[in-house]
């Protein structure tokens, strides 16, 4: 089977950590795969690319083509692809409705399935034809690593370290919040350290050497974030959004709060004490989140698709 993925890629690979990751993963399970980088930025970037796909798209023939992101459904649908899957990644969903609209609109007339990475966001699009499969995590890449030896890899400081990974810029990482709740804690043996613009290979490092990670975010879909944190064993401190709750369950170490400063300052602290890892890498393992167990998944849509597509 030969698919195309398309997504959003100014330096290529760098761009898309979660993508690429899906896409090995995908490789793995024998699916032959080629990627088309969207170039720019916003929707301008987006519609100056839709020529150079029509051009790819006519130089090379693909089974499936798998579209990331809405904005990447849409040109695929106006490039004239038919056997079209389109994954919303959390971003989507959230937005003003007429975009909403768009998604619904789009679905109906020309993708062939939709992938959303919660029951949240499927409730939130509102589209009950939608199938749920959350981003799956490389459980060989993201593993536990003696603590010492990975704060010599990241150089972090001998005090407790809680890590926030991310972009702070992005308004719906809500990194002002972490700021204010940490400021509560009045803790000088405590370092927030703000993880954003590594490379995804050393992420791990970071997670094994962290005591807590803090996650703030106003939105998300399926953060991926946690679920490599709790594949690394890390205790989590986070709010409540996406399918977090769910794939946390209840893994002692990791602690679910409100958008409230004290709440989340008060479980930063109890996350501290607690001081030891987590077993959150069998959670993760019982959930069938592990990256080849999700790409098994995506392949048996693919066939569903094409089978429905063939037989009409």
């Not at 950590?17 to 720019?40: C, E, R, T």
């Amino acid at each position: 089977m030969k698919v195309l993925f398309i997504c959003s890629g100014n330096k290529k690979y760098e761009d898309s950590p979660i993508v690429i990751s899906q896409g090995n993963s995908l490789i793995k399970a024998g699916i032959d795969l080629d990627y088309f980088f969207i170039k720019g930025r916003g929707c301008k970037g987006y519609f100056k690319s839709f020529f150079l796909l029509r051009r790819h798209l006519h130089e090379n023939k693909y089974d499936i083509v798998h579209a990331h992101y809405s904005l990447s459904g849409f040109i695929a649908s106006l490039a004239g692809i038919q056997t079209l899957v389109v994954s919303l990644m959390g971003s989507d969903v959230h937005r003003h409705g007429f975009y909403r609209f768009l998604i619904k609109l789009f679905n109906e007339w020309r993708w062939a399935a939709l992938i959303v990475k919660s029951e949240e966001m499927k409730g939130i699009i509102g589209i009950d034809s939608a199938v749920i499969i959350p981003n799956g995590v490389d459980i060989d890449k993201f593993r536990p690593i003696p603590k010492v030896e990975a704060k010599e890899k990241v150089d972090f400081s001998e005090n407790k370290n809680v890590i926030f990974v991310g972009n702070p810029e992005r308004p719906e990482k809500n990194f002002k919040l972490a700021e204010a709740s940490f400021a509560l804690l009045k803790d000088e043996s405590v370092e927030l350290n703000v993880i954003s613009h590594q490379p995804h290979e050393k992420l791990p490092d970071f997670m094994n050497a962290a005591d807590v990670l803090l996650l703030t975010s106003d939105y998300e879909g399926s953060p991926n974030v946690i679920k490599e944190a709790m594949a690394c064993n890390c205790p989590i401190v986070a709010t409540d959004v996406g399918d977090i709750k769910w794939v946390i369950g209840d893994t002692e170490g990791c602690f679910i709060t409100s958008f409230s400063p004290e709440d989340i300052a008060q479980k930063i602290s109890k996350a501290l004490k607690f001081e030891r890892r987590t077993v959150g890498r069998e959670r993760i393992i019982e959930l069938g989140l592990g990256s080849d167990a999700i790409a098994s998944k995506i392949k048996s849509l693919y066939e569903k698709v094409l089978e429905s597509q063939q037989s009409h």
